[in-house]
């Protein structure tokens, strides 16, 4: 998974993995937990402010240890209101853009040919 | 179709048994996630961007409604109640959970379906004419041959670690429906002498980021031949492949540089000196194979005699209209071969809901001969359907929304997940599709635009086959913003090329309008029933660039 590399430390860093289990996109929370963004409570997300303190992060979390709960972690650029500054975070940290499944097509049905 | 025997199943259940032991190893801390990684993906679990995704071969595209069902009920169990058509003819489901993927594939192997060789560099699910066995204009019924490769490439310990993936793709048609130039290796099959075929072996085809159209390698090889150069063919490759780069790693790159006829010589030398005496049975098996694909005993005075009389209820407009553009002619008569389209107004090109495919399984049961098909169009086929069925058929199609009557058409869109999934995305591809196909609906009467691909690849890597549509779309990243490359004049038939690009590229916001004007500016200029690709020729570039960037307006 190719990490963007971060321009700017003023909003702060934060980490994003997959969880090992469910695959879910996780982030880190300043109690050390794993959350799914949607748990992530707000002010609660473990955030550095410099490539010291983000190298300091990634390393806390033993990424290499057979036993780290996720996959993948690596470091995202935040922007002023908190969230992934890049498209690809932010769509990773929203979910898929579209409806899938059974609710693909609902709503799209006065479109016709 | 093919039924496993005791040598099939035992492999497939015995790599079920080894993948749940290295799932349950790496869970316990025994294995690391680099030591699993590569085992993951040679059983088809890929790590997404939010979740993993388990891609399931289907072999050439078939299938059955015990398959289907199967699907349909993993997709409830084990994902959220849908699954993903791709360009190779598989599926894939987007949100299994790595504890949960062993169930998953033990329950896929009961009805002899698995996820072997589904990624990592080695040869893929074998791919074919959708229409294989039933096409009017079929010259050879390539199915047994794409099994018989099937086998011969499953586990084939030599050609596990090749440098790169390899695909294969096979037609017995001189109309090309399986785009086999943009293949490592494209088999073209002929009535050969004795009823068995000659093959023409086209090799180096594919897309990603250097686009190659196959070059015409060996011709007129017989069944006889054909395993044994195709064993020394990917010797060569194996061994003289690029490993050093990933980009320079595929055979087309092999051949651009040892050149044609120096590759020719070292794979003809290779086979010279191949011990032949692995391949002695091996065309008796083939032909073991033959019954599995027999043609069915039909009454066809029967058939076409009711056809004559259930025809009238094909006249309805709605109904005529999917008859013309759904549904194709078949080998034999009295049959019509259906096209399911799976791009309905607003739907994810390639989805179908687990509703949907049990509707499908059911439909296939019973008025198809209980087959089904998947095209690299991202489409399904109802391969055998009389003629007196064809209007129960479409009705009960139109019961699940899948009675659009648009294949061939602009919105018969091919697009890959793109970044609403796929961790190598650089832009997304599916909302993009969605709203092209929206614009086209409500401009043009899309039937009187007639056959026109557009195609929609997420990066580079080109799983849509954008290089080879009529309007390729190619998106990208520019500093963190999304924007679409458009190539023009692409074609992945018997006369594949790949397409030329435009200037720079547009936002994901100017995309339809861009597209549109590039429709009209094609329906203008046409004469009579020309295709995008004539008219693109005789107009040229220039003028064609001109209605992308809309300045002539
Ligand atoms: S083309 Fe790129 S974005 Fe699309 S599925 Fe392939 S790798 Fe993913």
């Known amino acids: 998974m190719a990490a963007v590399k971060i321009k700017d430390y003023s909003h702060g860093v934060m980490l994003i993995a997959n969880n090992l289990l469910s695959g879910l996109s996780v982030y880190l929370n300043s109690d050390h937990q794993w959350l799914l963004l949607e748990n992530l409570a707000q002010g609660k997300a473990a955030v550095a402010y410099s490539e010291q303190e983000a190298a300091e992060l990634l390393a806390s979390i033993n990424p290499d240890d057979f036993l780290c709960p996720v996959v993948d972690p690596y470091i995202i650029q935040l922007d002023g209101n908190g969230k992934p500054s890049h498209s690809r975070e932010l769509l990773r940290a929203t979910g898929p853009s579209i409806r899938y499944g059974a609710q693909a097509t609902q709503g799209t049905n006065d479109v016709s040919i | ?553």
């Open chain 2, 1 to 553: 179709m093919y039924q496993y025997n005791e040598v099939d199943q035992i492999t497939v259940d015995d790599r079920c048994r080894e993948f749940r032991d290295q799932v349950e190893r790496r869970i316990e801390g025994t294995l690391s996630e680099a030591e699993f990684k590569p085992l993951r993906l040679m059983n088809g679990l890929y790590l997404q961007l939010h979740a993993y995704m388990l891609r399931v071969a289907i072999p050439y595209g078939v299938l059955n409604s015990i398959q289907l069902n199967k699907l349909a009920d993993i997709s409830d169990k084990y994902d959220r109640g849908y699954g993903h058509f791709t360009t190779r003819q598989n599926i894939q489901f987007n949100w299994p959970t790595l504890e949960e993927v062993p169930d998953l594939l033990e329950e896929l192997a009961t009805v002899q379906m698995h996820a072997i060789q589904t990624s990592g560099n080695c040869i893929r699910n074998i791919t074919s004419d959708p229409l294989a066995g039933v096409a009017a204009d079929e010259e050879v019924d390539p199915r047994p041959i794409c099994e018989w490769l099937r086998q011969w490439s499953t586990l084939h310990p030599e050609f596990r670690y090749l440098p790169r993936k390899f695909k294969f793709a096979i037609t017995g048609s001189a109309n090309d429906r399986a785009a086999i130039k943009v293949h490592d290796i494209g088999l073209r099959l002929r009535k050969g002498p004795n009823g068995d075929p000659l093959i023409d072996l086209w090799l180096g085809g594919g897309q990603g980021r250097t686009p190659k159209i196959a070059q015409l390698f060996k011709q007129g090889l017989t069944v006889e031949q054909l395993l044994p150069y195709l064993e020394a063919t990917l010797r060569v490759y194996n061994l003289h492949g690029r490993r050093d780069n990933k980009y320079k790693a595929r055979i087309k790159i092999l051949l651009a540089e040892t050149g044609l006829e120096a590759l020719q010589a070292q794979v003809q030398e290779e086979y010279e000196a191949l011990d032949k005496s692995p391949f002695v049975n091996s065309v008796a098996e083939l032909k073991a194979l033959y019954p599995h694909f027999a043609q069915p005993l039909v009454d066809v005075a029967q058939a076409s005699e009711i056809a004559n009389v259930i025809d009238e209820k094909l006249s309805g407009e709605e109904v005529a209209r999917w008859y013309k553009q759904n549904t194709r002619d078949h080998k034999l008569a009295g049959f019509r071969s259906v096209m399911i389209s799976l791009k309905p107004a607003g739907g994810i090109p390639g989805d179908a809901t687990s509703a949907q495919m049990r509707a499908l399984a059911a439909i296939a049961k019973r008025f198809s001969r209980d087959e089904l098909r998947v095209t690299h169009r991202q489409n399904l086929i109802l391969p055998w359907v009389a003629e007196k069925d064809l209007y129960a058929v479409w009705l009960a199609l139109r019961e699940i929304d899948l009675a659009e009557s648009n294949i061939d058409l602009p919105s018969d869109i091919i697009a890959c997940p793109g970044m609403d999934y796929c961790a190598l995305a650089t832009a997304r591809s599916i909302p993009v599709a969605q709203d092209i196909s929206k614009a086209i609906r409500k401009t043009e009467l899309q039937h009187d635009i007639g056959k026109l691909a557009i195609n929609i690849s997420g990066c580079i890597n080109a799983c849509a086959h954008h290089h080879v549509a009529d309007i390729g779309v190619l998106g990208l990243d520019r500093a963190g913003v999304e924007n679409y490359q458009i190539t023009l004049g692409g074609r992945s038939d018997e006369n594949a090329r790949v397409g030329e690009r435009m200037g720079p590229g547009v936002s994901a916001d100017e995309l339809p309008a861009t597209i549109e004007r590039v429709v009209k500016f094609y329906i203008k200029e046409r004469r009579d029933d020309e295709t995008f690709s004539l008219t693109y020729d005789r107009i040229g570039k220039t003028e064609f660039k001109t209605a992308v960037y809309g300045v002539a307006e």
